[in-house]
């Protein structure tokens, strides 16, 4: 600490507006943002961007590091997934706690040691399982002592961690009454389990098993059942990995009609699809089997659209890696594939090279959809998301002009397979500081395990704006109930 850094010469862009400025961080965070800022003394170390882009680091909403999940665990922990992230230019991500048989308070303490080897800073969503009046009680406890403001409902997964509607409507109301954001993995697990088996019957057994067993109709139809019941609640809704048009659709009606719902489109859907599923190598096959699905060529472009339109509204990664040691577990039967695939290295780059490089969003939008949203939404802005007076000094440099190659002969996540491998483009982060810490640069990382802080998320973030009010609207419409006084004796 002490450290001083002053950036110098490049474009430094926010959601809100680019400009040619100078950055000056001390001590984690940023203390100035303007042009021509004079170097001071010797002790201040200065980063030339002449050329580049200064901007927020990038900020991954959906991670599962260190989880375990389909009878194994993924392979990137809190270092590794961090070490990745910052190789990337990501600086903080939100992950997802698995209470530990259903108990939020065991899923925390866990989670809580996992990150014990951080290296950068995090958040945590919390994933609700079964419901009871202790489930309920913890939710207040995890809101009101422990800085979670969101909470996943699967609606997959059945037999493991997929939720009724009953379970879904009374969390749903939980979390409004929290000021918390109800997310959901919204596929309709019931008519998963039976495109499964129709699968197996028709000796289907292989990857592209997959895909075929759960097609983009069951996530649509899951994605308007928890609008809809969003919608009868009156509370906001984040519907996580959006996959397919299905999906993306009825999040464009929800969000006409004026309903805060919000769409987290994931790299691997934009810009892959679902043909290498059919690829007769198992291995290279099994890298690309997740849930929901990557779809068939058509959806990933349109779902870049919507990014464009602001129909969604932020990218994630749902970075949820495992080896080809661990994807052959399902060799003989798809169902037992884990579900996954790495990405929290690549996105920044991917975003830029096919969103920004290619002209279909603007420098600003790229910081909003990679950062500056995901503060807002989760209410941690502007000391996340931004470069402004007082942000933490989260910040990457990003070099137009060069070339990278993605693959897992350059990656930092444990996995031997990556889905981008041999993927070319555009655009390189060169620096990543993270509070304040070169620590990456020139190719190589400086980090250290347990550097990493906790970012707590305070409820009532603005996506609740308005609640209240159209609560009392809804109310006042009620046509006035009928008198139906007993006749008098
Ligand atoms: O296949 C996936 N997405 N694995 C991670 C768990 C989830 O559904 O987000
Ligand atoms: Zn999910
Ligand atoms: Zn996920
Ligand atoms: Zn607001």
Redesign the pocket.
């Known amino acids: 600490d002490g450290t001083r850094i002053l950036i110098k010469g490049g474009t430094v862009v926010n959601a809100h507006r680019a400009e040619a400025a100078d950055v000056y961080i001390e001590d984690g965070v940023v203390l100035a943002v303007r042009p021509n800022i004079p170097v001071g003394d010797d002790n201040v170390r200065v980063i030339d961007a002449t050329g580049k882009y200064v901007m927020p680091g990038g900020i991954d909403p959906?991670t599962?590091l260190a989880?375990e999940?389909m009878g194994t665990v993924?392979i990137d922990d809190f270092f590794s997934g961090h070490a990745a992230a910052l190789a990337g230019g990501t600086t903080m991500h939100i992950d997802?706690v698995i209470p530990v048989n259903g108990n939020l308070t065991a899923g925390l303490e866990s989670y809580k040691q996992k990150a014990a080897s951080s290296a950068m800073d995090y958040g945590f969503h919390m994933a609700i399982t079964k419901w009871d009046d202790e489930v309920a009680r913890e939710m207040e406890v995890m809101v009101k002592e422990h800085g979670i403001n969101s909470f996943?409902f699967?609606m997959?997964?059945k037999g493991s961690?997929m939720v009724t509607d009953d379970l879904l409507l009374e969390g749903l109301k939980k979390c409004k009454s929290l000021g918390a954001l109800a997310m959901v993995?919204a596929e309709n697990g019931d008519a998963v389990a039976e495109g499964q088996q129709r699968m197996i019957d028709l000796g289907i057994t292989g990857p592209e098993g997959h895909a075929l067993s759960r097609p983009p109709i069951l996530e649509g139809e899951a994605t308007a059942r928890a609008i809809r019941l969003a919608k009868f609640i009156n509370t906001p809704l984040y519907v996580?990995?959006v996959m397919s048009i299905d999906a993306m659709e009825e999040i464009a009606k929800a969000k006409r009609e004026g309903q805060k719902v919000i769409g987290e489109p994931?790299v691997s859907g934009l810009v892959l699809d679902d043909s290498l599923l059919w690829d007769p190598d198992f291995t290279i096959a099994s890298k690309y089997?997740?849930?929901?699905p990557i779809r068939e060529a058509g959806h990933g472009k349109a779902l870049q659209a919507a990014l464009s339109s602001g129909i969604l509204q932020l990218v994630g990664t749902?970075h949820?890696t495992f080896n080809s040691t661990q994807k052959a577990f399902g060799s003989d039967d798809f169902r037992k594939i884990?579900?996954?695939?790495n990405g929290i290295e690549e996105r920044m780059h991917i975003v830029w090279d096919s969103m920004v490089e290619t002209g279909k969003i603007s420098v600003t939008d790229y910081v909003r959809v990679t950062s500056t949203e995901c503060a807002k939404i989760f209410n941690i802005y502007p000391r996340k998301g931004a470069i402004l007076e007082g942000s933490d000094a989260d910040i990457i440099i990003l070099n137009p002009e060069r070339r990278f190659v993605m693959g897992a002969h350059a990656h930092h996540s444990r996995s031997n397979t990556n889905v981008y491998e041999g993927r070319k483009g555009k655009g390189m982060v060169e620096v990543t500081i993270s509070r304040g810490r070169v620590v990456w640069e020139d190719g190589v990382l400086n980090i250290t395990p347990g550097s990493g802080r906790y970012v707590r998320m305070p409820p009532f973030g603005h996506v609740f704006d308005g609640i209240e009010k159209s609560d009392a609207a809804y109310r006042s419409s009620l046509r006035a109930p009928v008198q139906r006084g007993k006749a008098a004796a």
């Open positions: 959906h599962h989880m999940f993924t997802f996943k699967f997959a997964y961690l993995h996580v990995h994931v089997v997740m849930s929901p749902d949820c884990p579900n996954g695939v």
